[in-house]
């Protein structure tokens, strides 16, 4: 199965776009949302073309494509809009014998993991900075944010296949995860 990873979109219905197109070119399974989907947060300046109703369009049009987690952003009303289920704190996936724990990372983060075993990977968004860290017990991957990245990282996301972790942005470039 061939998984596309993405966080933080904030209403941005440009990011959105090519977040979908790329989800397309990839021809992936499933597309794993780590939360912060319409509401750009009061900490946030607003992403380009903010557009919450017409991203609540385009993410209903593959609704059955979807897995996605909430973020500290995401609401009930947002969930009453939404044609696919948001309110979930976190998500497990499997990946051979490794337990990948998914969530948005305000409450589940690198600082404040889950109980994980040797080997098992905690995957969030939330603070908008790609980052990959191999720690003692647990990987840490974190895909940044499609519409509003910090730290002079890229808009991006991650490809997940074959057991292979690739973080990518919407210019073509790539990054190989090797752990």
């Given at each position: 199965m061939?998984?596309?990873?993405a966080?933080?979109?904030?209403?941005?219905?440009?990011y959105c776009?090519?977040?979908?197109?790329?989800?397309k070119?990839e021809?992936?399974?499933?597309?794993?949302?780590?939360?912060d989907?319409?509401?750009?947060?009061?900490?946030?300046?607003?992403?380009k073309?903010?557009?919450?109703?017409?991203?609540i369009?385009?993410?209903?049009?593959?609704?059955d494509?979807?897995?996605?987690?909430?973020g500290?952003?995401?609401t009930?009303?947002?969930?009453?809009?939404?044609?696919?289920?948001?309110?979930?704190?976190y998500?497990?996936?499997y990946l051979?014998?490794?337990?990948?724990?998914?969530?948005?990372?305000?409450?589940?983060?690198?600082?404040?993991?889950?109980?994980?075993?040797?080997?098992?990977i905690?995957?969030?968004?939330?603070?908008?900075?790609p980052?990959?860290?191999?720690?003692?017990?647990?990987?840490?991957?974190?895909?940044?944010?499609?519409?509003l990245?910090?730290?002079?990282?890229?808009?991006?996301?991650?490809v997940?296949?074959?057991?292979?972790?690739l973080?990518?942005d919407?210019?073509?470039?790539?990054?190989?995860l090797?752990?």
């Open positions: 061939k998984l596309m990873i966080s933080d979109i904030h209403g941005s219905a440009y776009e090519k977040m979908i197109n790329a989800y070119e021809k992936a399974d499933k597309l794993l949302l780590l939360g989907l319409l509401y750009h947060g009061p900490r946030n300046d607003l992403p073309e903010y557009d919450p109703k017409k991203v369009n385009m993410l209903n049009d593959i609704r494509e979807i897995l996605c987690v909430r500290n952003c995401d009930e009303v947002d969930q009453m809009v939404l044609k696919f289920p948001i309110m979930a704190e998500c497990i996936l051979d014998n490794r337990m990948i724990f998914a969530t948005h990372g305000h409450k589940f983060n690198e600082e404040n993991p889950p109980s994980l075993k040797k080997g098992d905690l995957l969030n968004g939330h603070t908008h900075i980052k990959f860290t191999k720690h003692e017990n647990f990987l840490y991957i974190n895909p940044g944010s499609v519409s990245p910090k730290d002079g990282s890229s808009n991006g996301y991650i997940l296949e074959n057991g292979k972790f973080w990518k919407f210019d073509g470039n790539s990054l190989d090797q752990f």
